[in-house]
């Protein structure tokens, strides 16, 4: 059975940093390219950063460029999400994700994923 499980999230004040976190369990972590998504209340998930399964390419939504670092550890099943400069618009419900590697598409259409995580809240304080 897949598990996929964010930590990190906290309410913290503008301009500080948090790391998320997000481990995957029960499928083989080295064959998913893995998202970082997230929903702030009453609008859409969409997404933020991706990182293919050998950590060999990152891409990133405008609005987190240079702020944001997506990592992966694949000795440890685990997706890492670095985040610096925090703003209160970054407040938001943030979502791991996990796509199987020959699944081309759109880096962030929800849609072409396969496994996710419950989420772990982030909110930003000005």
């Known amino acids: 059975q897949v598990q996929v499980v964010e930590s990190g999230g906290g309410l913290v004040h503008a301009g500080v940093s948090l790391r998320l976190s997000c481990t995957a369990t029960?499928?083989?972590?080295?064959?998913?390219?893995m998202g970082w998504f997230r929903q702030a209340p009453g609008k859409e998930r969409v997404g933020v950063a991706y990182?293919?399964?050998?950590?060999?390419?990152?891409y990133y939504a405008d609005s987190v460029k240079g702020r944001f670092t997506i990592s992966r550890d694949n000795a440890k099943n685990t997706l890492y999400l670095q985040m610096t400069s925090l703003k209160p618009e970054d407040t938001a419900m943030y979502y791991c994700?996990?796509?199987?590697?020959?699944?081309?598409?759109?880096?962030?259409?929800?849609?072409?994923?396969?496994?996710w995580g419950q989420g772990t809240q982030v909110t930003v304080s000005s």
């Open positions: 994700a996990a796509k199987v590697w020959y699944r081309g598409g759109d880096y962030f259409d929800p849609k072409l994923y396969n496994y």
């Open positions: 029960g499928l083989t972590f080295n064959a998913y390219a």
């Open positions: 990182i293919t399964r050998n950590g060999d390419n990152t």
